[in-house]
């Protein structure tokens, strides 16, 4: 046998012998390869969720239009004309004014926010004046669409909110003069005048309109009115009670 003729026969054998490998080799890139295309296309999908907030301004502002018929250079809701904007699209005043509190819970909010102060539209900011009579509160709310920072200008507050299922655990603190304490978005919260005169708290919101849902109204206010059925079993109370509850809330 030639010596051409072994080299050759090596040669052949060789690559015989490596092709499986090669094969599976290939065959698992190829795979890994396409799964790595699957994860980046389920983050193309998924990830403009899960960023989704309200689009940054792309001009200097834009004052709220009452209506669209002046209105133009639309970003998010009509936006008047910015040769037409004055100073006064961008002012409020008398917030340092004390306000009566005739609520049942004893407290009264002033809010400033884009639907009385128009130039606050897409700038994601709000804020609101709490004035609460001696015992009054702020009862249990929410905001859907803010983090609350609030000062308390005067008096003494018990302050806290709840943190979600299953935990429910009350973060809650006694401010004073001074103090600031934060309410995180979503979470339901609530002041309280522990003090022995009127007390007075401002709070910045991170939304022009942070919405607010107060759990007593909401739930035993709604209009058509829930079945009473329903809340008696959720809140563990007799039905009885729960229309007692419901005729106190009715608008």
Do not use: W
Request: hydrophobic letters at 40%; a positive charge.
């Amino acid at each position: 046998m030639s010596h051409k003729f072994l080299t050759s026969s090596l040669q052949s054998n060789s690559r015989n012998k490596n092709h499986k490998p090669l094969f599976k080799e290939f065959s698992y890139m190829a795979i890994k390869t396409l799964s790595f295309l699957a994860v980046l296309s389920l983050l193309a999908i998924t990830l403009p969720l899960a960023i989704a907030s309200d689009p940054s301004s792309l001009q200097d502002f834009c004052v709220s239009a009452n209506s669209s018929i002046n209105g133009v250079f639309v970003n998010g809701k009509f936006c008047k004309d910015p040769k037409l904007v004055t100073e006064d699209d961008f002012f409020f005043s008398g917030l340092h004014v004390p306000r009566p509190v005739t609520s049942p819970v004893g407290s009264t909010v002033t809010a400033v926010n884009v639907n009385n102060l128009l130039g606050l539209n897409t700038l994601g900011i709000s804020i609101v004046r709490i004035d609460y009579a001696v015992n009054g509160q702020n009862p249990p709310h929410t905001h859907p669409r803010a983090t609350e920072i609030l000062m308390v200008a005067g008096g003494t507050l018990q302050v806290g909110f709840v943190t979600s299922n299953p935990e429910n655990r009350l973060i809650t603190k006694t401010l004073y003069a001074g103090d600031v304490f934060v309410f995180p978005e979503g979470l339901i919260h609530f002041q309280a005048n522990v003090g022995h005169s009127p007390a007075v708290a401002f709070a910045a919101l991170s939304s022009q309109n942070p919405g607010v849902i107060t759990i007593a109204n909401t739930v035993f206010g709604s209009n058509p009115a829930i079945n009473p059925s329903i809340l008696a079993r959720a809140f563990q109370l007799n039905p009885k009670i729960v229309m007692d509850l419901q005729g106190k809330f009715k608008k």
